[in-house]
């Protein structure tokens, strides 16, 4: 067999010419970061407009993980869909499953049992507490600090060990179902979990030690990004970067769901919404959830971890499908036909980690959703970058996007 | 949480806008042309002012009013949420009053609906597609436009004539969404490798 090899000039190099010299006469230098570069956490990318070492431009390019999330939702049941939701912060996969279910099931008016609600509060500050490690480590990184982000992922591997004993995957957990979750949590689990909570605060407190008062670090963060108040809530910020612009707004507390109002909790709130404030608030997040997952561990309620409507739902018990006329039929039409999920439409948005991840489900009734609209944090909390970063250095862009902690499997869906 | 009281103040003030039946929040409908003075209202007045999200439904292509808008608004204060329907009148270009200057969040979720829908939002300051390349012809999130794609040319005009490459539609056969319509099951099913044998040719003797 022959092979040819062609020679692919990418993109207009005339015109590119062209541009460069037409900025280099205006004094500005054009300069492109991204899609593929380590500053951007994934694929953003960002066309800059510098005037020496200042940047006067700033337009962020999206779209570049774009898959389509919200067609394919519209194309298969709801059962279906949960992998999908794993996949849009992928470094929280087990909060997302849970907004995402708890979405569903407003819409069906499910009860679900306490233990199912304890279980589900315990996954979720579980991936809180994973992705702020991950976050505060790659931010320490960012700003030139590479022995935090040692501690961070030594850490948050342990904990990976711990999603895999529980849904038997490390990333893509996919542990909800509408109406439940997957399976028990395994004997002794909570024990191991235990064990982890009460030897990370050890480890957040070398992270401390390395990055809080560090003289280099608060020079490269403190008043970098400032987001007032107004331009928070203006620009839809939400989760722990609008918490750090001041404004107390936690769902978690002020639309509490899945049984949060039981728990005993703080929400740091920071003052001046720079950079260094968006590390101090994640820091006293993962400690904040600390505190919610002992309490949920000391009174872990018995029970099922399904509700028992919800079998007709996402499967009838196995051994009643392969003995039972009924269940049998049952099973066949969850699988062809996708669950009976009412009309209606129903809008929920949970706390997670990066902010606030929103669900808007339109169902003209039947199996699949006539339409899915996720509305994602990192989304929204990138489209101030255009007006916040004209006016900073270029060597600060690598801390403001290290500190706003986005994900752009999500921000792209 | 909304009590009853806020719902009518609404409701006597703006003559354009009703209250939809609803499940979970606040369910207004309201018109395009006085969209922008109830959200300013809602805003300045009832403590809405946070936009959480903007996006657009496609009713089908039959459909009397083809898209409409849906803006989700939550109060710190109400500590609940409200939705505001709202129809966009014209079926074959459909248009809506920009919101972004109230809200400047609505900007990417204004973007994104032009992107995906095809609505343009007048007045915007800066409408162009955001997660599909500046000129893809098509709006993927239309009724009918296939969950397969559609042969589209690559966006860099230069490497598609030297490459011959387009963006092409996914296989959807055997894939996790369609069947396929073959004349035996076997073929149109998802299956292991072994693809030796169907209904009609025996499984081969080793």
Redesign the interface.
């Known amino acids: 067999m022959s092979s040819e090899t062609?020679?692919?000039?990418?993109?207009?190099a005339v015109s590119r010419g062209a541009d460069a010299t037409a900025k280099a006469d205006s004094g500005k230098m054009a300069l492109n970061v991204g899609p593929s570069h380590p500053t951007t956490h994934g694929v953003l990318r960002l066309m800059m407009d510098l005037d020496g070492d200042v940047i006067t431009r700033c337009e962020p390019v999206?779209?570049y993980l774009?898959r389509?999330d919200?067609?394919?939702a519209e194309?298969?049941t709801y059962n279906?869909f949960v992998p999908y939701t794993d996949r849009l912060d992928y470094l929280s996969p087990l909060a997302n499953n849970v907004a995402y279910a708890i979405a569903v099931e407003?819409?069906t008016g499910l009860e679900l049992p306490e233990r199912c609600e304890a279980i589900r509060v315990l996954v979720c500050e579980l991936a809180r507490v994973s992705s702020h490690l991950l976050g505060m480590g790659v931010f320490g990184m960012d700003a030139g600090a590479w022995t935090p982000f040692m501690y961070t992922f030594t850490e948050r591997e342990k904990l990976y060990t711990l999603f895999e004993e529980l849904t038997g995957a490390r990333f893509t957990t996919s542990y909800t179902r509408i109406g439940g979750v997957a399976r028990d949590i395994p004997d002794g689990w909570l024990d191991r979990v235990s064990h982890f909570c009460d030897n990370l605060p050890k480890a957040i407190d070398e992270v401390e030690k390395l990055l809080t008062r560090n003289r280099i670090f608060i020079d490269r963060t403190e008043g970098i990004g400032e987001v007032s108040q107004e331009d928070a809530?203006?620009?839809?910020f939400?989760g722990p970067n609008l918490r750090a612009s001041g404004?107390?707004?936690d769902l978690r507390k002020?639309?509490p769901y899945s049984g949060y109002e039981k728990y005993d909790f703080d929400v740091p709130i920071g003052t001046r919404g720079d950079c260094y404030d968006r590390y101090l608030i994640r820091i006293e997040e993962v400690r904040q959830s600390l505190r919610i997952i002992k309490q949920v561990i000391s009174d872990f309620p018995s029970g099922l971890w399904y509700a028992e409507d919800a079998k007709k739902i996402f499967a009838p018990p196995k051994e009643k499908i392969l003995t039972s006329m009924e269940e049998l039929i049952q099973n066949f039409m969850i699988v062809t036909e996708g669950p009976q999920i009412p009309a209606?439409?129903?809008?929920?948005?949970a706390e997670n980690p990066k902010g606030?991840l929103?669900f808007?489900i339109?169902s003209k009734g039947g199996g699949v959703p006539?339409?899915l609209?996720i509305?994602a944090p990192s989304?929204?909390n990138?489209?101030i970058l255009e007006?916040m970063v004209p006016g900073h250095m270029l060597s600060d862009i690598t801390v403001i996007l290290g500190s706003l902690d986005f994900v752009m499997g999500e921000c792209?869906? | 949480m909304i009590d009853q009281d806020f719902t009518d103040s609404i409701l006597v003030k703006f003559s354009s806008v009703t209250k939809r039946h609803?499940?979970?929040?606040l369910?207004l409908d309201c018109d395009s042309i006085s969209v922008k003075d109830v959200l300013l209202h809602l805003r300045d007045e009832e403590t809405f002012?946070?936009?959480?999200?903007l996006?657009a439904?496609?009713h089908g292509e039959h459909a009397d009013n083809r898209f409409s808008v849906?803006i989700?608004l939550y109060s710190?204060i109400h500590?609940?949420?409200l939705?505001v329907h709202s129809i966009c009148e014209n079926n074959e270009q459909p248009a809506f009053p920009s919101v972004s200057d109230l809200?400047?969040?609505a900007?990417?979720h204004e973007r994104e609906a032009f992107d995906?829908f095809g609505i343009r939002f007048n007045d915007h300051p800066n409408l162009k597609?955001?997660?599909?390349?500046d000129d893809y012809p098509y709006y993927?999130?239309r009724k009918d436009?296939p969950?397969a794609g559609i042969e589209t040319p690559l966006p860099?005009?230069?490497?598609a004539e030297?490459?011959q490459a387009s963006v092409d539609p996914a296989p959807m056969m055997g894939g996790?969404?369609v069947s396929g319509t073959g004349d035996n099951m076997s073929e149109a099913e998802p299956r292991a490798k072994d693809e030796s044998w169907t209904e009609d040719t025996e499984k081969p003797v080793l």
């Open positions: 062609i020679e692919v000039n990418v993109g207009d999206l779209g774009h389509g919200e067609k394919i194309n298969m279906q407003k819409l809530i203006a620009y839809g939400t404004v107390d707004l002020d639309k209606g439409e129903v809008y929920f948005e606030a929103g808007y339109v006539y339409r609209k509305r989304f929204c990138l489209s007006k792209d869906r | 609803h499940d979970d929040c369910t002012d946070l936009l959480v999200d996006t439904i496609d849906v989700h710190r500590h609940d949420y939705r809200y400047p969040a900007n990417w995906m597609r955001i997660l599909m390349w993927p999130l436009f969950l860099a005009d230069d490497v030297v490459t996790p969404f």
